[in-house]
């Protein structure tokens, strides 16, 4: 349930209570809630210490209870309470992260709709700009207004005939976020980054000619969003990097720098290679970590909790990334470890850094989840089904939900004896989540290992029992094997979402949201609210029913991004309340059918 208020209600314990029971009952519930979820704080009295519970039930003047659901001055244990202690309804922290508030998308999105190869890249053309960011007579920025401090996503896009192209902040090095390869292709990057009032970011390059004359699909584009726009306790977590070029043997990858840190994850004094849970922090977690060598190949790389290799396994590549989502206790930590012998890039250079991001700071209520994570030297998966089948009894998932979306992540390192290809879905309650293809497909090659991740959210469930099944199939021969060893395990979790903020259709008073799943045919898979006409080779017209109040910020992604070098963009003609074109590119700029996954967001 989302959180319940109340002012000024006060009681007693009517009875004594150890630490550990789960239910009390109070003199009086006048005044308090009559639905959980809220907090009451008893206070100390005696020997016994004050402490904070979540009551998630009311049944007259009986609370069941949460013990010790929040920090107090950096404790958090049960006590023991007498008879007569002071029962006081509260607000507090946790319960301010779990109000769900809706706002307006802030941000803004340009385009450059001729060729450049100035630098920093001009712009000439406003898509939305929702408070000022940008002006005609500062052309190349994006600036961060007054009283509009925060945590941004920023995205760039376009067709470079050659070099690369870095956004950097305030016309100063080092850079933030990654760079795009260097050749003739259509680029797309996207990070997030902290950045203050006055901030400004614009997009450098090396060499070349960038933007295109005639075709809409390549020209160059700048997108920022604000994320902790939308809802109190959001943006929880931390990003740090190292600096400059750090040489790396058999150890974990120390950072010395801070891009943000929300609640003292990390330290820049002592165990600087590490994040580690806050008191009071425990919750859900996602954490990335990427490295790029300066030359020869990285040896294994994976996320570690408390020492032991936790995160998705890579190894052998200039590049390597892991990821990882977990539950995670106070004093518990992460680290970032390298095998082998090699020198990598500080961030300054190239991508190089390690974040954490809390999944459900910004839950209402006690919203159900489940996860399975494979056993440290377990016994590897295997399949030589052509038709989806189950990878395992043990990862399938089954929890109770209120008519409510639920994001599923799924992560793992497979390969295949031979050269087919590999595809990922979940059975939820008997029907594919994308039941015409896959949410995610590898061909990695015969024996290479590769990393298969993916999040994506269900439409909204009926109230019940749902049961989510993460499968597999390969294509026409050999075995695939999906690894569950020391150095890499798989990890499957869902999670129930708010249903108001960001996430619903349309909130009251708050963002108008679409979303939606379509596959490379223009038939929806997934998603409300919308119709797609498949007007040519790899072009898809959204139209919005209702409209939009302004015209939307749209995100999207391949679904199973098979090809090397194919994108998709909505930046081929400015969304407008009622419609888009999405397009999915190849190199050179050639158009190709395939299925995405969009957000369609009111700005």
């Known amino acids: 349930?989302?959180?319940?208020?109340?002012?000024?209600?006060?009681?007693?314990?009517?009875?004594?209570?150890?630490?550990?029971?789960?239910?009390?009952?109070?003199?009086?519930?006048?005044?308090?809630?009559?639905?959980?979820?809220?907090?009451?704080?008893?206070?100390?009295?005696?020997?016994?210490?004050?402490?904070?519970?979540?009551?998630?039930?009311?049944?007259?003047?009986?609370?069941?209870?949460?013990?010790?659901?929040?920090?107090?001055?950096?404790?958090?244990?049960?006590?023991?309470?007498?008879?007569?202690?002071?029962?006081?309804?509260?607000?507090?922290?946790?319960?301010?992260?779990?109000?769900?508030?809706?706002?307006?998308?802030?941000?803004?999105?340009?385009?450059?709709?001729?060729?450049?190869?100035?630098?920093?890249?001009?712009?000439?053309?406003?898509?939305?700009?929702?408070?000022?960011?940008?002006?005609?007579?500062?052309?190349?920025?994006?600036?961060?207004?007054?009283?509009?401090?925060?945590?941004?996503?920023?995205?760039?896009?376009?067709?470079?005939?050659?070099?690369?192209?870095?956004?950097?902040?305030?016309?100063?090095?080092?850079?933030?976020?990654?760079?795009?390869?260097?050749?003739?292709?259509?680029?797309?990057?996207?990070?997030?980054?902290?950045?203050?009032?006055?901030?400004?970011?614009?997009?450098?390059?090396?060499?070349?000619?960038?933007?295109?004359?005639?075709?809409?699909?390549?020209?160059?584009?700048?997108?920022?969003?604000?994320?902790?726009?939308?809802?109190?306790?959001?943006?929880v977590g931390a990003r740090v990097y190292p600096a400059s070029n750090q040489a790396v043997n058999n150890s974990q990858i120390l950072f010395d720098t801070h891009d943000y840190d929300t609640d003292g994850f990390h330290s820049l004094v002592s165990n600087t290679d590490r994040f580690t849970i806050p008191t009071g922090m425990g919750g859900k977690y996602i954490l990335v970590a990427s490295a790029s060598s300066t030359g020869g190949a990285i040896g294994s790389f994976y996320i570690r909790k408390n020492g032991q290799a936790r995160g998705t396994y890579d190894s052998g590549g200039v590049v390597c990334q892991s990821i990882l989502m977990i539950d995670a206790v106070p004093t518990d930590y992460f680290d970032v470890h390298m095998d082998g012998?090699?020198?990598?890039?500080?961030?300054?250079?190239?991508?190089?850094?390690?974040?954490?991001?809390?999944?459900?700071?910004?839950?209402?209520?006690?919203?159900?989840?489940?996860?399975?994570?494979?056993?440290?030297?377990?016994?590897?998966?295997?399949?030589?089904?052509?038709?989806?089948?189950?990878?395992?009894?043990?990862?399938?998932?089954?929890?109770t939900t209120g008519a409510r979306r639920v994001l599923m992540v799924f992560s793992g390192t497979f390969y295949i004896n031979s050269s087919n290809t590999v595809y990922f879905n979940v059975d939820i309650d008997g029907t594919l989540y994308a039941p015409s293809s896959s949410i995610f497909q590898g061909a990695p090659g015969n024996t290479v290992t590769s990393n298969a991740s993916f999040a994506v959210i269900t439409d909204v469930l009926t109230a019940g029992s749902h049961t989510f099944k993460p499968q597999w199939k390969r294509s026409t021969s050999g075995t695939a094997t999906l690894r569950n060893s020391t150095e890499s395990i798989p990890a499957f979790s869902v999670q129930e979402l708010p249903d108001s903020g960001a996430l619903v259709s349309f909130g009251n008073g708050g963002p108008m949201v679409v979303r939606g799943h379509v596959d490379s045919s223009g038939s929806i898979v997934a998603g409300s609210g919308f119709t797609v006409n498949k007007t040519g080779t790899g072009t898809y017209v959204l139209t919005f029913s209702p409209a939009f109040v302004a015209a939307p910020v749209i995100t999207a992604m391949l679904d199973g991004g098979y090809f090397q070098h194919q994108t998709i963009n909505a930046a081929n003609t400015t969304p407008t309340t009622s419609s888009a074109t999405l397009k999915v590119e190849e190199t050179g700029i050639a158009l190709h059918d395939g299925g995405f996954f969009f957000i369609a967001i009111d700005s």
């Open 1 to 235: 349930m989302s959180e319940q208020l109340a002012n000024k209600a006060k009681t007693t314990l009517n009875g004594a209570i150890n630490n550990s029971v789960t239910s009390l009952v109070v003199t009086s519930a006048t005044g308090f809630p009559a639905t959980g979820d809220f907090r009451i704080l008893i206070k100390a009295e005696g020997a016994n210490t004050d402490e904070i519970l979540t009551v998630t039930a009311v049944s007259g003047t009986t609370f069941t209870v949460t013990r010790a659901s929040e920090a107090i001055a950096g404790a958090q244990s049960a006590s023991s309470h007498a008879s007569g202690a002071e029962v006081i309804h509260v607000l507090t922290a946790g319960a301010l992260r779990n109000l769900s508030l809706p706002t307006g998308t802030i941000g803004a999105q340009i385009h450059h709709s001729t060729t450049s190869s100035a630098s920093p890249l001009p712009f000439d053309t406003k898509d939305s700009d929702t408070d000022g960011f940008w002006s005609s007579g500062a052309n190349t920025k994006l600036t961060i207004p007054p009283g509009l401090a925060g945590r941004y996503r920023i995205t760039f896009w376009g067709l470079a005939t050659a070099g690369e192209a870095r956004v950097r902040k305030n016309g100063a090095t080092p850079y933030i976020g990654p760079n795009t390869p260097n050749g003739n292709q259509i680029w797309n990057i996207s990070f997030d980054a902290n950045l203050l009032g006055n901030d400004y970011i614009e997009v450098v390059t090396t060499s070349g000619t960038w933007g295109h004359a005639s075709a809409a699909e390549a020209q160059i584009t700048l997108q920022i969003v604000k994320l902790d726009s939308g809802r109190v306790g959001s943006g």
């Open 341 to 399: 012998n090699a020198t990598i890039y500080g961030f300054s250079s190239a991508l190089t850094q390690f974040e954490i991001m809390r999944t459900d700071s910004n839950a209402s209520g006690v919203l159900a989840s489940s996860k399975y994570e494979g056993s440290s030297g377990g016994s590897d998966f295997t399949t030589t089904s052509a038709s989806y089948v189950d990878i395992d009894s043990s990862i399938n998932r089954t929890m």
